[in-house]
């Protein structure tokens, strides 16, 4: 079944002799339950789209359907709950709000989205994530594997169709890293929740069961490389 597809993406910044075309015509479709590893070289566009995946920056033109649903089309209050509901986003820097504790920061978004909080489900999200005991931590009193374990926990908190990483690896040790994926591929695996990676780890690219490479704002190779 799919759960997401971007028709022909175009995206470009500034304008004359300073615009940078940073998407160039990418297509593709992405069935539930995917783990998709995007790679290629740095300034190729794949931040852009996963921030486009997202809900957070605009085509410039091009489609992005979500569950079907014309995710552009949206006005903005519906584009703010699409963010809040239907994606997590993941970030190499955790992203975290440094003022908030462990618990406040994985439960921001159900918070602004004016939710009641799932007190089963934030007890069962921080076992899995290992921060039992951690939940009056602020950000700055945890480790980087840590920190990144509480944007996990704020990604998956609302319970989101995909979940999109953008080098959630880059900052951490081998170890760390390895843990981290861990756990991406279990809530991957147990709710067949979608998962989209970037990233320049090869060992993690090889975990998925599909590769994007995207070079110059273009896709140059997509292959399922296990059902
Ligand atoms: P990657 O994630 O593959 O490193 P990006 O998507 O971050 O690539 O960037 C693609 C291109 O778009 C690069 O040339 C980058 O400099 C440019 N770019 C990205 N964001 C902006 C922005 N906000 N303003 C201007 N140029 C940008
Ligand atoms: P509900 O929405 O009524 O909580 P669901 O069928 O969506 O029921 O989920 C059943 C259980 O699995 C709940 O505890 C829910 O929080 C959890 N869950 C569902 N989807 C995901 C997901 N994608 N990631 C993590 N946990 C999930």
């Known amino acids: 079944m799919e759960i997401l597809r971007v028709e022909n993406l175009t995206k470009t910044y500034g304008t004359g002799e300073n615009m940078v075309r940073a998407l160039d015509g990418v297509s593709f479709s992405v069935k539930k339950g995917e783990f998709i590893a995007i790679i290629g070289p740095s300034g190729s566009g794949k931040s852009t789209l996963l921030h486009i995946l997202g809900g957070v920056d605009k085509p410039t033109s091009g489609k992005v359907f979500m569950d079907g649903n014309d995710v552009y089309a949206q006005n903005d209050e519906q584009l ?33 989205d004016g939710r009641k909080v799932n007190d089963e489900r934030l007890e069962e999200l921080l076992k899995t994530l290992n921060l039992k005991g951690r939940e009056n931590h602020l950000p700055n009193q945890l480790s980087g ?42 809530s991957n695996k147990k709710f067949n929740q979608t998962l989209i990676v970037i990233t320049h780890d090869e060992n993690i690219a090889l975990q998925a069961n599909r590769i994007i490479d995207i070079q110059d704002g273009k896709i140059i190779r997509d292959e399922v490389i296990r059902q």
């Open 80 to 112: 703010a709950i699409f963010r809040r509901r239907q994606v997590g986003l993941i970030y190499q820097f955790y992203n975290l709000i440094p003022v908030l504790n462990v618990t406040e920061n994985i439960t921001l978004p159900v918070l602004m």
């Open 145 to 186: 594997g840590q920190q990144q374990r509480v944007s996990i926990g704020r990604a998956l908190m609302n319970a989101p169709a995909v979940v999109l990483a953008d080098e959630p690896t880059g900052n951490l040790d081998s170890k760390n890293s390895q843990e981290i994926v861990e756990l991406l591929k279990l």
